[in-house]
């Protein structure tokens, strides 16, 4: 049932680095993950052999990309359980997807119209909607957050009404690590008759969404959140909805027919893929899935279970230590700071010892503001992080304390 | 009357006996050469497939409980292909084509020819032989 | 001066490939071009020693993989002689550039005013401008092409006039291989007050611009077709430009501060590079820049204009062999039919014997309509070809001449 | 009254002598934490530089042909940094800043916080430093 952490750590080859002199301990897996060599294989061997522009091509290379590309599609389309392989949109990623549904939306929406957000959300997840509701006279409005970085589903359901046409929620909080109630936020969505768009960037990594069995609407995805190569990721949509969205970009592959009077769009999932796509990054992703496939994601969330109650018990022994998220469904993220010690300078120290955290507000300003914090300390776990490299990180904080105080 | 299955068949027999592909492509190129298709009136718009490499058409009839189909393309092999098409699955009953499957194409080595991603029309030519069929078993 | 055909031809590993059972002959570089290792191995070691989030991350793989996107940044600068790094901003290929600066352009346009387009672009040089002639009620004119597959420059002439908003010409065209007098296109256009995008897809691998002295206002590159990466590209504006268009995309990047009341944007090249970018590609498209630069872009230039004398010599001897574009300036590209017979079945045949080209209509309907044909073969070349490549091109075509006759 | 030269020299020189990162941080934090840089008052919305990681203030004045600053941080390290910053160029004539170079920070081994995408506000305040010299060279 466990799993094997010395043979997954050996297929990543960045964990034999050494920084500052010191073996690297990487904590910042939240803003992106490390990439194992079967992905890194699959995309040197993409140029070795069969680098080609994709479909439309008759020779061999450009069937054989095209075969592999769009077999990435289908392996996505398979482990996400979506109902047809077009409703997968490749994407650069989750930024991109969320702004592809704000611009549809441009044309679908009222004056005086609603869109839900939450105060927990990654500020890729709240510009695109607020240029959205500039542009059409929507209003947003916010779920907010309480004091343990959750969602006020009570508030939640004042501000659904039938205005209401589109909540904007993460499903995984990128700042605090809290799961949110996603399944109940589509229902009650639905019950109302809005639409429901999925910010799963955090959850990918460690959580599978069932997409038809939680009904979403729309759901977006980055590849380097998972394990996968930067510059790809996937937007969901049901297809119905995608038919009913404009096209976003205008150029190649997205096009039936072309001329100077008229220009007619071609099928999903082309309408929304104008240009030559991320080729190689779309097929690392299908081996990205694999890989995660290999371990199962049950087993990478077990593992990473151990792994945060382990390091929230051992990091609250650490006197002035405040944790920002506290509720018991959550990924593992910590996100802390220590008593008069500002989370730049902790970051600073940490990485002299050769331990990798983010500082900083992590796009996520709202929350910031909530607690009236600068930015906090966030260490963010993945399958191949230890228990041994978490007493490693509670010394370094200790040691921090003694130098910064 | 060979049924569909039978005439796969036989078709994978012939093609058996090519021993390379230039051999198989000349059998191809000359069906599609042998045979004018479809009548100029049935060339309409709504037949059309426009493929991306080529354009196919396609008029589906029913007859005394068969599907009669005729079909034509621009591009030889295109019509070459549409060719052992129409061989298997006109005057076929609606049933049998809604049983069948493509597996012959397969088996012959033309595969490629049908990827959906090759745009030459031939997969919505099939698409539509199917569905004309279905409309029928209604 | 001369080029080693042999030493280059090593650095591409997919060239030792077999294609049904012959060695691959590889004439469909203005689709996507051939990958060295030098890229390939840029982007593993990228993944192997520094794959991390750039930005405003601490750590020493955030820095490390910072300074080496950036670096990448400074190289293109320099290489394309732009004025200011923060004035390339990263893509993720042409077609995302064009439909950056068409987006832009929405709220900067008003009714009744004038783009102009030419006849022999790329479907991606031309819906993006569909659609925001659509959006703002402007006018979209089209300079038309002669028989040679030239723009009509007194067609142009009479175009231009105080309305003129943009003009939008390839610098090469894809299909035909045409190179387009832009630095007369942009001198005109700059007299009435127009400025000037040039999509640069086909151009950068055979010709270096120099931004500042053709004083072009936009320039769009995708990386796959000058020996680097699928995924990136870069858009060039100038700064006073690129700050006077609004946002693109919203995410995490382009924010200085968001609250959800206000949200203020950060300064180029950020503003345009919301998301988590193809950090990998960036990167490997420095070492692209690097690869040319290694070679020099003028040697294969004059390499390719050999292969381009030597072909067209070569096949205008095949009987019933019509080429399209025959102007002088062009680059290595040819685009042919041959009578009674149609493009895709010759594509097939070639590929039966190793020889990939492209067929079709290239997304460039506009020119098939021109010349009222179905589509082309277009064999493109690039500096890893050599003359036996198009003997071997000259005997197929004859054989499937034979076939097909 | 030393020059600016050599005031990074003698920095340089100070810096020699630690013999691990960490003595070298704890003199940095020192630093850091000897000295309120600015005052209260100009502590304003005008004079702050907003990193993404810390958030730094800097106020200059111009007295008898020398310019004075102060200038104060939120994060230690930052404030260390920007009492070195501080000791070199606050009390230098404008040309002689405007004239300076920043080598010493490399050579000290500090370079990375002044990398222009930290987001510390450092290379911000570096910046101000030069336009205020250079608004009083005119
Ligand atoms: C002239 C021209 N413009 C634009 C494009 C689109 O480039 P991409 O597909 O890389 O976005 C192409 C690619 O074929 C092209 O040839
Ligand atoms: C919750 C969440 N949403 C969206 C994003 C943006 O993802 P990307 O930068 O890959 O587009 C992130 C990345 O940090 C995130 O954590």
Redesign the pocket.
Known sequence: MGINIDKIRADFPILQRKVNDVPLIYLDN??TSQTPKQVIDTIANYYAKYNANIHRGVHTLSQEATELYEGARKNIQTYFNAKESHEIIFTS????G?NLVASGYASLLNKGEELIVSEI??H??IVPWQMLCEQTGAELKVIPMNINGELEMSAFDRLLNAKTRLVVV?H???ALGTINPIKEIIKKAHAVNAKVLI?G??AAPHIKADFQEIDVDFYTV?A??MYGPTGV?FLYGKEELLNSLPPYQGGGEMIHEVTFEKTTYAELPHKFEAGTPNISGGIAFGATIDFIKGIGIDNIANHEKTLLEYATKSLLNIEGLHIYGNVANKTAVISFNIEGIHPYDLGNILDKLGIAVRTGH??AQPIMSYYNIPGTVRASFAVYNTLSEIDTLVKGIQKAITLLK | MQTLKEIQESIIEEFAIFSDWTEKYEYIIDLGKSLPLIEPQHKTDENIVKGCQSNVWLHADFQDGKMIYKADGDAIITKGIIALLLRVYSNQSPKEIVNSDLSFIDSIGLKEHLSPTRANGLVAIVKRIRIEAIARTK
Do not use: L, P, R
Not at chain 1, 93 to 96: A, V
């Open positions: 939240a803003a990623g989750t930024t991109h969320i959300e990654h890729s997840n993460n995984v909080s990128n910010d960037a955090q980055s380097h959140k990721g992590h796009c």
